[in-house]
């Protein structure tokens, strides 16, 4: 078992992440320990397909904590990530007469914890809550953190709010019933961490996914799962820590916005393909790529450091193919992104693997954009 601890900065709080193999089976005694003493009921939150998996021991351990439970299950999808299921939570909240005392769980992947934790930050002005997140990426980047939100017809995570859970209890088990494209999607992630935080985070987890793909992991993996898995915690709440609200002003290489990186891409292949054709941690495969390239062709990276990146992402996993997308239409959708800020892209580029910098999109030719999203929409 492995311990993370979040320090926020604005305020003196702190919280706990603990990971480990069958963790789940004590989510009674986690929430005992990581919510106020006085709490009585709790919520859980899921869909059906994380629910029929993993709902039976996660609701034995609460009960058997001496919990009141209840659960309300979503729909399965991003689709259902928006409004209307909010306001289907919000009633099962009221219609189980929950307190300001009582508590909401997420148990499921990234979907299920933002709008759990975006229930839980309105409703009775904010109540408690904990994330139990059963994806990798859910696991690695959104549980971690404090931002939830819901889409809207506009776009995604249109509405929401930072509200910080009392706790993250991840059971790497779960990872086991994963489909094998959300794990591909889940390690891209990663990567992405590692590429712009961390040369040894980096470095850890492209060995993982080398010992994986050999195949010699044996009884070892899951040891050093939970150790990466807890790296990667480590260092989102490290970024989160010191920069809780991703101030817009910041720019510098250990801000918040560094998260983004292969993000104005992977947004931009996303849309063009009309939401249909990638997990997003997919897009943000290419969109490292691409990122990767114009940093080179500015002279910031080195040949070899990309050469780094695109070995990673191939050991990630096979991603969809993207040549036969027209790079004019995915710039054009660019421009509308929210990472724009006055109107202008900041691009998240790399000096080299395990430090990004912040670039004007003025700096960035448009030919060097074309060929850049040429080379890197190729098979890897
Ligand atoms: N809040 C943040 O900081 C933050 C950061 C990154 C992403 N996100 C959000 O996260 C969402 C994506 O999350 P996601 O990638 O986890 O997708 P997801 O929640 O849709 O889960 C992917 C699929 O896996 C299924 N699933 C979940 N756990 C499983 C398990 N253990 N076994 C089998 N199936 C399982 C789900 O039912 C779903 O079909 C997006 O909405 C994105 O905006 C939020
Ligand atoms: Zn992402």
Request: positive net charge; proline residues 2%; contains cysteine.
């Amino acid at each position: 078992m492995q311990h993370v601890r979040v320090r926020l900065s604005q305020r003196r709080e702190e919280y706990s992440i603990e990971i480990g193999a069958g963790t789940l089976s004590r989510l009674g005694d986690y929430a005992r320990q990581a919510l106020p003493p006085h709490t009585r009921r709790i919520a859980l939150f899921s869909n059906r397909t994380v629910f029929d998996l993993y709902g039976d021991t996660a609701m034995r351990a609460l009960r058997e904590a001496k919990f009141k439970t209840s659960y309300w299950l979503m729909g399965d999808g991003e689709r259902y990530k928006n409004l209307s299921s909010l306001k289907r939570a919000l009633d099962f909240l009221s219609a189980s007469n929950l307190e300001r005392t009582d508590a909401v769980i997420a148990l499921g992947g990234g979907v299920v914890g933002d709008l759990a934790g975006f229930a839980a930050s309105i409703y009775l002005r904010g109540i408690a809550y904990l994330q139990a997140p059963t994806t990798l990426l859910a696991q690695i980047d959104s549980s971690v953190g404090g931002k939830t939100a819901v889409n809207t017809s506009v776009g995604k995570n249109i509405v929401g709010a930072f509200h910080q859970p009392r706790g993250v209890l991840i059971d790497t088990e779960t990872l086991t019933s994963l489909p094998v494209r959300e794990l591909t999607a889940g390690w891209c992630e990663c990567i992405k961490q590692g590429a712009v935080g961390s040369r040894k985070l980096f470095d850890e987890t492209r060995q993982f996914l080398l010992r994986e793909s050999a195949s010699e992991a044996g009884n070892k993996r899951d040891i050093s799962l939970t150790k990466l898995i807890a790296a990667h915690c480590a260092f989102k709440a490290r970024i989160v820590a010191n920069d809780e609200r991703e101030a817009l002003e910041r720019t510098d290489s250990r801000s918040r916005r560094i998260l983004n990186f292969g993000h104005t891409i992977a947004h931009a292949l996303e849309k063009v393909t009309d939401y249909k054709r990638f997990r997003h941690g997919e897009a943000v495969g290419y969109g490292m790529l691409v990122a990767g390239e114009i940093s080179k062709r500015l002279g910031i990276l080195d040949g070899f450091d990309l050469e780094s990146l695109k070995a990673a992402i191939r050991l990630a996993g096979r991603l969809p193919h993207a040549n036969d997308l027209r790079p004019a239409e995915i710039l054009g959708t660019l421009a509308r992104d929210k990472k724009s800020v006055g109107g202008h892209i900041k691009w998240i580029l790399l000096e080299r693997l395990g430090r990004a910098r912040l670039v004007d999109g003025r700096e960035i030719a448009p030919r060097v954009l074309r060929a850049s999203l040429r080379a890197a929409l190729q098979p890897i």
